[in-house]
């Protein structure tokens, strides 16, 4: 069933863990994540950025999930990624998702935390949690810039952030980037440990697709609580398409090649589960 992903992130920092969340495209990429999730008894996360909700819907993509979570016995949350506006995450609240993130980090700092605590303060009532964001995650994924200009998170500021939006859980800057990678990312693992020093709330890893699994594991360790994945699963998706227009090149039943792209979602799915130590931890 689905679930509010307050309860998951406190246990995942309270057991030294991280809770995969994982950006969906499709019915075959919900189905390949919660058949992984299943499979490994892991909680587990989907998520729709703003360009994925602009192709379908919110109702679409939360119809889809509510469908699939109902197969499931391991909790579920779809959360609402990037949101980059007030008016999108209360569609995003109204429409029934179990998390919200306002991303207010192109904003000026205190901009950031006037948008962040209007969205934290219209979503409690329903106690469905916030996820906001403090320095920047750079390239370009979606219609999501990142930019390159001062991408680190602040410990300091990240504390006062935490303290004055009243926010569930705190996307941090620390080198990562959305999308490809074009070389292996430089991680600052000491500002993460800085801002684990001093904020009490679970800490979000963006950018992670490319990452190596020792230093996601490392993030881990210092207080990550939430590893994102988004382009990794497309590539994954793409491959296995691929792979049966590689053998078949007339193949013209999109169920023939579409269920290859979840075979090869699932693997990827299941293998960051176990990165992410969550396996067993529904």
Avoid at 39 to 48: A, G, N
Avoid at 197 to 216: A, F, M
């Amino acid at each position: 069933m689905l679930v509010t992903s307050k309860e998951l992130l406190l246990k995942a920092q309270a057991g030294g863990y991280a809770v995969g969340a994982f950006n969906v495209e499709n019915m075959e990429m919900i189905q390949a994540v919660l058949e992984a999730a299943e499979e490994l008894q892991s909680p587990v996360i989907m998520q729709t950025t703003p360009s994925t909700v602009k192709y379908a819907g919110l109702d679409y993509y939360l119809a889809i999930a509510k469908a699939a979570a109902e197969r499931v016995s391991v909790p579920v949350v779809m959360h609402l990624d990037h949101g980059n506006s007030f008016d999108l995450a209360m569609q995003a609240l109204r429409t029934g998702y179990t998390s919200i993130m306002i991303d207010g980090s192109h904003e000026t700092f205190e901009d950031n935390i006037a948008l962040s605590k209007a969205v934290t303060d219209a979503c409690h009532p329903s106690n469905v949690p916030v996820e906001a964001e403090l320095g920047k995650v750079g390239g370009k994924e979606d219609d999501l810039d990142g930019g390159d200009d001062n991408p680190y998170t602040n410990p300091l500021e990240a504390k006062e952030f935490v303290e004055r939006t009243g926010i569930d859980s705190l996307a941090v800057g620390i080198g990562t980037a959305h999308g490809v990678y074009k070389g292996e990312p430089k991680l600052q693992f000491d500002i993460l440990s800085q801002i684990k020093n001093i904020v009490d709330i679970p800490l979000v890893l963006h950018g992670t697709s490319g990452v190596p699994d020792e230093s996601v594991k490392e993030c881990i360790k210092r207080g990550i609580c939430k590893v994102n994945y988004a382009t990794d699963l497309r590539i994954a998706f793409t491959k296995g398409v691929n792979e049966v227009f590689a053998e078949n090149v007339n193949t013209i039943d999109p169920k023939k090649y579409s269920a290859v792209g979840r075979k090869e979602v699932k693997k990827y799915v299941m293998d960051k589960m176990k990165v992410c130590g969550s396996v067993g931890k529904a």
